[in-house]
């Protein structure tokens, strides 16, 4: 460490840096309680040694416990966690979206930053990190302090905090796999000595790694570069790619009737059945991350029309799916076409364009490139709009994937989107989410049974003498008052003229849910 000291004071003589000494600390990371530092100068001045050094942002302690890390990560979330506080409260402010926004924006950042790194810290340590999450969910929820946990993770959609850090640490560990010359990837094959009482990052690894090794493939390809100019640069622009159609927009605000329309109207406008190739591509993998099947559906000016849907492999994104798509039509239709002919590609995966439009797919601008064609487009239309190529293809797909699969290599980033699919929590499709905040409170907390009415309060707080309703016929919970309490009967009717459901009342579509919050709001109950 010394001579390196003494290369870096030698180094900054010759090339005039002046180097702030009394800011270069040195820290001894050692596990023995006995080890001491040695004398270390830079020029004249001897370092001084610390036990923790921030780099990056990451603070690192002599024994690399990660203590100090997290308790500064923790700190730093619990002021943030005051933002939250004073955009909404029980009977007021900003709905749970807008406050799920804010957490997974401004606060969530600071509890896993650098968590692949600290993957080895004491699970006591990782579990302070969680309660600030814990706490954040009461608030966005609204719910009292017994609220179970994974009821409001079920209901925000929003993961634990472990669970994140799993993916994160898988993701790492198949960087350093794939990168081949990475000092890690050899550490990530080699047992480890199991000479210290304590995990490791590569321990940690192939935990996880084992846990999933049913779902993951076996094969991920290096990551490759290439420097090539686009093929497309010396065609002199005969091939063409269009993101968009004209008065068309990419949200979800016009009905499927007019997507149709206006995409059959460009199609005759721009490419005329009588003098295009049309080529309608599509992929499809179940559950976005397996057994893909690419469909192509070709119009030729001629009337003949053409299908055909293959297996893309065992592991397969719906993206790998699409560009697998587009490749086969080329290959496929490049014996029919001619320096005469036009061929526009039809696809709705506009990020396989933008792909394109970046040089991204070289196996996909080779295909292309080798069409002799007069003029070659590559143009978006949106899905599942009735648009009959797009249907016929999106039909070859899934037949294809249902064809007898490879087991494929996948491409590094194909193998994040497959871990993180792993790890995703499915987030819910509830009438709830559409409620203001003061009737999202009243549904989430008579839905768990946590809240203020007597049952809970006496049997989970004891905070009142007796569990039993001010009508003396049952204990005071979510199903009596909004069924059979007398003393609220003439309100309930008046609500509720027709029988329904306790689950409708609970659950139903918004219209329900309002007149359940109605209810409780004109009763005078408080939950």
Same mark, same amino acid.
């Given at each position: 460490?010394?001579? =390196?000291?003494?290369?870096?004071? =030698?180094?900054?003589?010759?090339?005039?840096?002046?180097?702030?000494?009394?800011?270069?600390?040195?820290?001894?990371?050692?596990?023995?309680?006995?080890? *001491?530092?040695?004398?270390? *100068?830079?020029?004249?001045?001897?370092?001084?040694?610390?036990?923790?050094?921030?780099?990056?942002?990451?603070?690192?302690?002599?024994?690399?416990?990660?203590?100090?890390?997290?308790?500064?990560?923790?700190?730093?979330?619990?002021?943030?966690?005051?933002?939250?506080?004073?955009?909404?409260?029980?009977?007021?402010?900003?709905?749970?979206?807008?406050?799920? %926004?804010?957490?997974?924006?401004?606060?969530?950042?600071?509890?896993?930053?650098?968590?692949?790194?600290?993957?080895?810290? =004491?699970?006591?340590?990782?579990?302070?990190?969680?309660?600030?999450?814990?706490?954040?969910?009461?608030?966005?929820?609204?719910?009292?302090?017994?609220?179970?946990?994974?009821?409001?993770?079920?209901?925000?959609?929003?993961?634990?905090?472990?669970?994140?850090?799993? /993916?994160?640490?898988?993701?790492?560990?198949?960087?350093?796999? /794939?990168?081949?010359?990475?000092?890690?990837?050899?550490?990530?094959?080699?047992?480890?000595?199991?000479?210290?009482?304590?995990?490791?990052?590569?321990?940690?690894?192939?935990?996880?790694?084992?846990?999933?090794?049913?779902?993951?493939?076996?094969?991920?390809?290096?990551?490759?570069?290439?420097?090539?100019?686009?093929?497309?640069?010396?065609?002199?622009?005969?091939?063409?790619?269009?993101?968009?159609? &004209?008065?068309?927009?990419?949200?979800?605000?016009?009905?499927?009737?007019?997507?149709?329309?206006?995409?059959?109207?460009?199609?005759?406008?721009?490419?005329?059945?009588?003098?295009?190739?049309?080529?309608?591509?599509?992929?499809?993998?179940?559950?976005?991350?397996?057994?893909?099947?690419?469909?192509?559906?070709?119009?030729?000016?001629?009337?003949?029309?053409?299908?055909?849907?293959?297996?893309?492999?065992?592991? /397969?994104?719906?993206?790998?799916?699409?560009?697998?798509?587009?490749?086969?039509?080329?290959?496929?239709?490049?014996?029919?076409?001619? @320096?005469?002919?036009?061929?526009?590609?039809?696809?709705? =995966?506009?990020?396989?364009?933008?792909?394109?439009?970046?040089?991204?797919?070289?196996?996909?601008?080779?295909?292309?490139?080798?069409?002799?064609?007069?003029?070659?487009?590559?143009?978006?239309?949106?899905? @599942?709009?009735?648009?009959?190529?797009?249907?016929?293809?999106?039909?070859?797909?899934?037949?294809?994937?249902?064809?007898?699969?490879?087991?494929? &290599?996948?491409?590094? *980033?194909?193998?994040?989107?497959?871990?993180?699919?792993?790890?995703? %929590?499915?987030?819910?499709?509830?009438?709830?989410?559409?409620?203001?905040?003061?009737?999202?409170?009243?549904?989430?907390?008579?839905?768990?049974? @946590?809240?203020?009415?007597?049952?809970?309060?006496?049997?989970?707080?004891?905070?009142?003498?007796?569990?039993? /309703?001010?009508?003396?016929?049952?204990?005071?919970?979510?199903? @009596?008052?909004?069924?059979?309490?007398?003393?609220?009967?003439?309100?309930?009717?008046?609500?509720?003229?027709?029988?329904?459901?306790?689950?409708?009342?609970?659950?139903?579509?918004?219209?329900?849910?309002?007149? *359940?919050?109605?209810?409780?709001?004109?009763?005078?109950?408080?939950?």
């Amino acid at each position: 460490m010394q001579l =390196a000291l003494e290369k870096v004071a =030698a180094w900054a003589g010759d090339w005039c840096v002046t180097i702030n000494r009394e800011k270069t600390t040195a820290t001894l990371f050692t596990l023995s309680a006995k080890a *001491t530092p040695g004398k270390l *100068t830079l020029g004249d001045t001897p370092l001084k040694f610390e036990d923790q050094q921030t780099y990056l942002g990451v603070t690192y302690d002599k024994r690399m416990t990660w203590k100090q890390h997290i308790m500064n990560a923790e700190g730093k979330t619990r002021r943030k966690l005051n933002i939250m506080r004073k955009l909404a409260g029980s009977h007021w402010g900003a709905n749970e979206k807008i406050l799920k %926004t804010v957490y997974q924006g401004i606060v969530r950042p600071h509890l896993e930053y650098g968590s692949s790194s600290w993957a080895t810290a =004491a699970k006591t340590h990782q579990q302070a990190l969680d309660k600030v999450q814990n706490q954040a969910l009461r608030i966005i929820m609204g719910a009292m302090k017994s609220t179970p946990i994974q009821k409001m993770e079920q209901v925000t959609g929003i993961p634990p905090l472990s669970k994140r850090r799993d /993916c994160k640490t898988m993701v790492q560990a198949t960087k350093y796999q /794939c990168t081949h010359d990475h000092p890690m990837s050899d550490r990530l094959k080699k047992m480890s000595l199991g000479r210290l009482k304590r995990s490791s990052f590569a321990l940690e690894a192939r935990a996880l790694q084992k846990k999933h090794q049913t779902e993951m493939p076996e094969l991920v390809e290096p990551p490759s570069f290439s420097l090539d100019a686009p093929p497309w640069e010396d065609r002199q622009g005969n091939l063409d790619i269009q993101t968009s159609v &004209p008065y068309l927009t990419t949200k979800d605000e016009q009905s499927n009737a007019t997507k149709k329309a206006l995409t059959l109207a460009m199609l005759e406008e721009r490419y005329p059945q009588e003098a295009w190739i049309r080529v309608y591509t599509d992929g499809s993998a179940t559950e976005a991350v397996k057994n893909g099947g690419a469909g192509v559906y070709v119009q030729y000016p001629s009337g003949e029309r053409q299908a055909e849907g293959i297996p893309t492999g065992l592991h /397969c994104t719906n993206y790998r799916a699409e560009v697998q798509a587009l490749i086969h039509a080329a290959y496929t239709i490049n014996d029919r076409v001619n @320096h005469d002919n036009q061929v526009v590609f039809l696809t709705d =995966a506009l990020s396989v364009l933008q792909a394109m439009t970046s040089s991204k797919l070289p196996q996909l601008e080779h295909a292309l490139h080798n069409i002799k064609s007069l003029r070659t487009v590559l143009q978006w239309i949106p899905s @599942h709009c009735g648009v009959q190529g797009n249907e016929e293809a999106d039909r070859m797909a899934k037949l294809g994937a249902e064809d007898e699969q490879e087991n494929n &290599p996948v491409s590094l *980033t194909e193998m994040k989107t497959i871990i993180k699919s792993l790890h995703r %929590t499915p987030q819910p499709q509830d009438s709830y989410h559409l409620l203001s905040r003061p009737q999202q409170v009243v549904i989430f907390r008579l839905r768990t049974g @946590h809240n203020r009415l007597n049952q809970h309060l006496h049997g989970k707080l004891h905070v009142v003498p007796s569990p039993m /309703c001010s009508c003396g016929e049952a204990e005071q919970d979510t199903a @009596h008052i909004l069924r059979d309490c007398r003393s609220h009967q003439v309100l309930r009717e008046e609500i509720w003229p027709l029988p329904e459901s306790l689950h409708n009342k609970l659950y139903g579509p918004v219209a329900a849910l309002q007149r *359940t919050t109605n209810y409780i709001s004109r009763s005078g109950l408080q939950v």
